[in-house]
């Protein structure tokens, strides 16, 4: 039987519960959903849960089990071989081979991914960047990575991007690999319908997003239903969308241009089509650009994603009409 292709810099797993659907892990894995499903039919390798749609849902201990074994197999194991080994003796087994691309399996610090991830947006490798940050989200929970990798390389990108010692072409690479992986952490992740709501976009004329993109896992994190809308949206579709949904609170991210003259009466138009009780939160490093009108609009500004949370945290707890 031919070995199922894999990321061999992938080994652990774990990601924000109730759990990631296929599309994810075979994403993160290497592993393609056929192999996947042939892994738990007939090897019972992991058994992940059912939505009521019957969808798969893999827990942080099942994907990080299944990178274990793409891993193993690898290594020239045969499934049969490993597939119902115990957790301890396969980890064990996969130790053995030793570091991987420079990379310590046990690692479970963010900065010991953020130099190879940054060597691998300079050298435009799209399969590298992929596997640092698989391996990241498999050996570290996702604040961490979050806070102490995505971040700091996304700083460090636009930085180096703005400086001319990274082309667009870098900027535009790093940035797809890490929507994708970010995109499949808001889709796999949503708690049940009884959890508070809140809207994320970018208003209009604002086109990144992964600032957004990075707030909708924090308030997942948080327990809150994040639904995405993406990037360049007009006031009135938020506003319309925050009345279908009930959408306890709205999160924008305003990264660049810090100068829109057509900014301001958005985000007016935009607190004049909310409901009197729904949240008005924007973040992002064009913020202090449009601090007047955003005290006007009642909106709050959080500086981080530390303080998005924390404010997630009081109008949940805290604040009875929010939760209506």
């Known amino acids: 039987m031919s070995q199922p292709h894999c990321h061999s810099r992938g080994v652990n797993a774990s990601h924000p519960k109730p759990g990631l659907p296929i599309r994810a892990v075979s994403q993160i894995t290497g592993l393609s959903a056929h192999v996947l499903r042939v892994w738990e039919r007939r090897y019972g390798a992991v058994q992940p849960t059912r939505t009521p749609g019957n969808r798969r849902l893999y827990s942080p201990h099942q994907v990080k089990r299944l990178q274990l074994l793409c891993r193993a197999t690898h290594l020239g194991f045969a499934i049969g071989q490993v597939a119902s080994l115990p957790a301890a003796e396969l980890e064990g087994l996969v130790a053995e081979a030793g570091p991987i691309d420079g990379l310590l399996l046990d690692a479970r610090e963010p900065h ?33 990575v979050l806070h102490g990798l995505v971040v700091p390389l996304l700083h460090w990108v636009g930085d180096r991007w703005e400086d001319g010692s990274l082309s667009i072409a870098h900027e535009h690479m ?56 993406g990037p360049d949206l007009p006031a009135q579709q938020i ?16 990264t660049y241009p810090s100068d829109d003259p057509r900014l301001p009466a958005e985000l007016r138009r935009l607190r004049q089509g909310l409901p009197d009780a729904t949240h008005l939160l924007v973040g992002g490093r064009a913020v202090t650009a449009y601090g007047r009108v955003l005290e006007e609009v009642g909106a709050q500004a959080p500086a981080d994603l530390l303080e998005f949370t924390g404010r997630l945290a009081h109008i949940s707890g805290g604040d009875p009409k929010a939760m209506e």
Not at 180 to 209: K, N, R
Not at 239 to 251: C, E, F, G, N, Q
């Open 112 to 144: 010991a991914f953020l130099s190879a991830a940054q060597r691998a947006t300079q050298g435009l490798d799209p399969g590298d960047l992929a596997g640092v940050l698989g391996q990241a989200f498999g050996a570290i929970e996702v604040p961490a």
């Open 174 to 229: 790093a940035s797809a690999i890490v929507r994708t992986f970010l995109g499949g952490l808001v889709t796999g992740s949503q708690p049940d319908s009884a959890a508070p709501c809140i809207l994320m976009a970018t208003p209009s004329g604002q086109l990144h997003e992964l600032g957004t993109l990075l707030a909708a896992i924090a308030a997942l994190q948080e327990g809150w239903r994040a639904v995405y809308f």
């Open 239 to 254: 506003a319309d969308a925050a009345h279908r949904r009930k959408a306890h609170a709205v999160a924008l991210g305003i």
